[in-house]
């Protein structure tokens, strides 16, 4: 059983190594990067920090970048004695036969962790593989180990963002299974989990952010059970209340690299965290349209809670 | 980056790895050897569940409720059984084999209370089933059990080593209640080339030094041993592989004891001490043992160890092989007088030896009856000096009463022959506990049936009456009378019908339930209705892998009113 957990695990990894391949490793605009092109023909000033994001997010679009690296007209370096920078303001005379016009091609708005644009608002969908580690002996009679394998989907939006922090709302729903058998009764249980969670996000890096995600929402358990005495399925469907606290990265893997654009972007997720349900009664009974004895009594295997440390590996792609 | 991918894949893959209890994986199995796969106590019902090295005793607190109560036993149970009055539960286990290890369990007997209701100064309570008492034994346990009935003494012996001693008891000291401190005592008995193969216990019985001593009575192929329990070194002898008085002797097949003891007898004419008769197989000789106030002497093929008195052999000549032989009160000259009876089916008689005179009279039966049953206690009028006795035969289609005492020239009161429809090959009593409810006792009636016939039939001893109750197709039907006596039910394997028979009126219920029926147990239930206990009728189904049970009314049984529990074993594991 556990070579399947393995397989699983694997499995998941996998389908993360396309993604990674894909993702060309390419230079990040930083401080000592070549300056940032605004718009030749307006000269604006841009401020890096404070509200200056909101400014370069309304500015036309320039040149761009393809996957981070700079494209012709970006390596063209303009005269040194058109450019002049401080620390605070940079102010950039376009030349007057250098580069793309305005009409042909507009100068991309590179981020930074004070000018993140579209990397840090955005929506998002994605989807993923979340392994629990459940140690509750009410599990036993439905898996032979304690890993709860479930596939995960999630739909998100920016709600707020101010500099590196951002605050998002998530809906996400989780859904899996396991089966085995109990003294030679075949066993099933399925576990659909819906939770909504603000997540609080860190840009560590324009690329790569970390969250943190409280969750609540609510557990569907459903349960069954081939008794041999009654050669019938007893079930026990229930639903509890559901906690999540996990936290973790995501790194980009693959879209432009532009703060203000709305293009999509393919994101490797992974989070960790602890999640809880409340208790279930497995009083397990048969269909009423069964053909059980009359007055079965439930078959009682105890109460489950699925509680534990849970890891989880996700794709997800914001626009 | 490799390593961080490896450092992550190892840590998830270290979360799956939690493995469950292995006894989810563990199937039920099938019980072959040892004995059944449950057993019916007064107040539980004991299913082995040899998967997981455990009894799962089942009890009911109430109206259609059961509880389950796993109780560990030791490994490897190769044999089990309750106690005469179904309170306790005897389980011998080999451990692990070969041991290798110091945790290795070694073999074990594991005695338990199986609850129900027991007499505690005065009032019946209600006892929930418990591990009474655990010994460990050295090497694993032949799959035999011998229990005293007055539930002191167990023994066991062992075997299956490259040296074995056959001869070697292991004497038991069962406790009274888990607080005891449990004794085991190696007995080695005196041997002159046999091996033990029956062993039973006499109550306690007066001797001429004094002592009153209850007596361990082994059978062996060529001799009869007497051991005293409390003393294992007080041990009497009686080899039958040598002639005794001149009569050449042989395997014994029955030993009979009586304490010969009688309130009317005047003390005055002197103390009467036990009698003891032998029965041979393919003899029609008797010894009889008699003991004597006198300086211990050896006797010619008799071994004494501990004891300061006589033990003497009588032959008696009965004049056939007797099937069956046992003491009773006869009546000569208006007082009691023992007799030695010998079944004689080949002579269709009855021999009545007067163990001291060593004279033996005839009685005709008219039929070859070879089988005799003490009823005295169970009849509503008994006479005031002697026995009743029922009896049957696998051959004859009659019973016989047997009022013994004197009228006139005849050596007995009465006989008196119904004929019934089967062969007799067994009686079952109806007996009852703590929990039968007072002024209902059914002590009179006796279970009669066949081997092969699909009836039996229910005797009243007291109104000489036998009904016939007619199980259409089910010859193999399994009979069990209620623990308090007042029905008995009948049901056959793999079938879904089974019937409650009760005893007040006779009045049968066929009862259709909604799987097939392995076995039927009637329980106590801590619960009283208008001042005595309830019951339920617990019939257990076994399917596959998997144990269910009906449970029904037991006074009152009515298909309308059960409740289906299914998946009993699975209860207790985690």
């Given at each position: 059983m556990i070579r399947r957990e393995a397989g699983y695990l694997v499995a998941s990894m996998a389908l993360m190594v396309p993604w990674v391949a894909a993702a060309q490793p390419a230079p990040v605009p930083s401080?000592?990067?070549?300056?940032k092109p605004s718009s030749p023909a307006t000269g604006v000033a841009i401020e890096p920090g404070g509200d200056s994001v909101d400014q370069a997010a309304d500015a036309p679009p320039g040149a761009t970048w393809e996957d981070g690296a700079p494209t012709e007209a970006t390596k063209a370096e303009p005269p040194a004695e058109s450019v002049a920078a401080s620390a605070s303001v940079v102010v950039v005379t376009a030349p007057a036969?250098?580069?793309?016009?305005a009409t042909e091609e507009e100068a991309p708005t590179m981020p930074t962790l004070e000018h993140l644009g579209t990397y840090q608002k955005h929506t998002w969908v994605g989807t993923g593989v979340r392994t629990s580690y459940v140690n509750d002996p009410g599990l036993d009679p439905f898996a032979e180990t304690d890993a709860l394998v479930r596939l995960d989907v999630g739909v998100g939006r920016t709600l707020f963002g101010y500099r590196q922090v951002s605050l998002a709302a998530v809906l996400d729903y989780a859904v899996g299974g396991r089966s085995a058998t109990a003294r030679g009764d075949a066993t099933t249980i399925m576990a659909h989990q819906i939770t909504v969670a603000p997540e609080l996000r860190f840009h560590v890096w324009p690329r790569l952010f970390v969250f943190a995600r409280p969750a609540v929402g609510a557990e569907y358990f459903r349960a069954s059970i081939e008794e041999s005495s009654m050669n019938e399925e007893l079930l026990q469907r229930a639903w509890a209340v559901a906690y999540d606290l996990s936290a973790g990265a995501a790194v980009q893997l693959?879209?432009?690299?532009?703060?203000?654009a709305r293009i999509p972007r393919l994101w490797l997720v992974a989070d960790g965290g602890y999640g809880w349900t409340g208790r279930v009664d497995l009083e397990m009974e048969a269909n009423d349209?069964?053909?059980?004895?009359?007055r079965s009594v439930p078959l009682d295997l105890g109460d489950l809670t699925l509680r534990g440390p849970q890891f989880q590996i996700a794709a997800r792609l914001s626009f | 980056m490799r390593h961080g991918t490896f450092l992550f894949c190892a840590g998830v893959l270290a979360l799956g790895c939690g493995d469950r209890s292995s006894a989810w994986d563990a199937d039920y199995e099938s019980v072959?050897?040892?004995?059944?796969p449950t057993q019916g106590l007064s107040g539980s019902v004991a299913v082995r569940d040899d998967a997981l090295d455990r009894l799962v005793m089942i009890t009911s607190p109430g109206g259609r409720d059961l509880t389950t109560k796993a109780l560990p036993v030791g490994k490897g149970i190769v044999y089990w059984q309750t106690d005469a009055k179904r309170e306790r539960l005897f389980v011998l286990s080999e451990g692990v084999?070969?041991?290798?290890?110091?945790?290795d369990e070694k073999p074990s007997l594991t005695v338990i209370d199986g609850g129900g209701w027991r007499e505690v100064d005065g009032r019946a309570e209600f006892h929930e089933p418990s591990i009474l008492a655990r010994y460990e034994l050295d090497d694993p346990p032949n799959p035999v059990l011998y229990l005293d009935p007055e539930g002191e003494y167990a023994v066991v012996t062992v075997g299956g080593g490259v040296?074995?001693?056959?001869?070697e008891l292991l004497l038991v000291n069962l406790?009274?209640?888990?607080d005891d401190e449990p004794t085991i005592e190696a007995k080695t008995i005196r041997s002159f080339g046999s091996s033990p193969q029956a062993i039973s216990f006499t109550k306690r019985l007066r001797f001429p030094d004094g002592i009153g001593r209850r007596m361990m009575i082994v059978q062996t192929e060529q001799e009869v041993a007497l051991i005293d329990p409390e003393n294992l070194d007080t041990e009497i002898t009686v080899r039958l592989s040598e002639p005794l008085n001149g009569v050449n002797m042989s395997s014994p097949v029955e030993v009979a004891v009586h304490d010969?003891?009688?309130?009317?007898?005047?003390p005055d004419d002197g103390e009467r001490f036990p009698i003891i008769a032998i029965r041979l197989r393919n003899r029609s000789t008797v010894p009889l043992l008699s003991f004597e106030a006198a300086p211990s002497e050896a006797e010619a093929g008799v071994e004494t160890t501990g004891v300061d008195f006589l033990v003497t052999v009588n032959i008696a000549e009965v004049g056939s092989v007797p099937s069956d032989i046992d003491f009773f009160w006869t009546e000569v000259d208006a007082a009691p007088a023992l007799r030695l009876a010998a079944l004689l089916p080949n002579r269709s008689e009855v021999a009545l030896v007067?163990?001291?005179?060593?004279y033996t009279d005839y009685v005709a039966l008219g039929a070859a009856y070879d089988h005799m049953t003490r009823v005295t206690d169970d009849v509503?009028?008994?006479p005031l000096n002697s026995d009743v006795a029922l009896l049957t035969g696998q051959s004859v289609y009659s019973v016989a009463f047997w009022e013994l005492g004197s009228t006139g020239t005849r050596s007995y009161r009465s006989l008196e022959t119904h004929s019934i429809g089967i062969p007799i090959n067994q009686i079952i009593p109806i007996t009852q506990d703590a929990s039968a409810p007072d002024?209902?006792?059914?002590?009179h009636l006796k279970l009669l049936r066949g081997v092969t016939a699909s009836e039996f039939y229910v005797l009243d001893l007291n109104q000489r009456q036998s009904a016939p109750m007619l199980t259409t197709g089910t010859s193999g039907a399994n009979i069990t009378p209620a623990p308090d006596g007042q029905r008995a039910w009948v049901s056959v394997a793999n079938e879904e019908e089974i019937a409650s028979v009760r005893f007040s009126d006779l009045h049968p219920t066929t009862l259709v339930l909604e799987r097939p029926v392995a076995a039927v147990y009637d329980i106590a239930q801590p619960e009283t209705t208008h001042g005595s206990p309830s019951r339920v009728a617990i019939a257990l189904h076994i399917e596959g892998a998997s144990l269910g049970a009906t449970v029904l009314?037991?006074?009152?049984?009515?298909?309308?009113d059960t409740r289906f529990y299914g998946g009993i074993l699975l209860g207790g594991i985690r």
């Open positions: 401080e000592a990067a070549p300056a036969n250098v580069g793309p016009s693959y879209g432009k690299v532009s703060s203000d349209d069964s053909d059980a004895p009359a | 072959s050897a040892g004995g059944p084999q070969p041991r290798r290890e110091r945790d040296v074995e001693n056959p001869n406790p009274e209640d888990g010969n003891q009688r309130s009317q007898f005047d007067n163990p001291d005179a060593n509503a009028v008994q002024g209902e006792d059914y002590g009314d037991a006074r009152a049984p009515d298909t309308a």
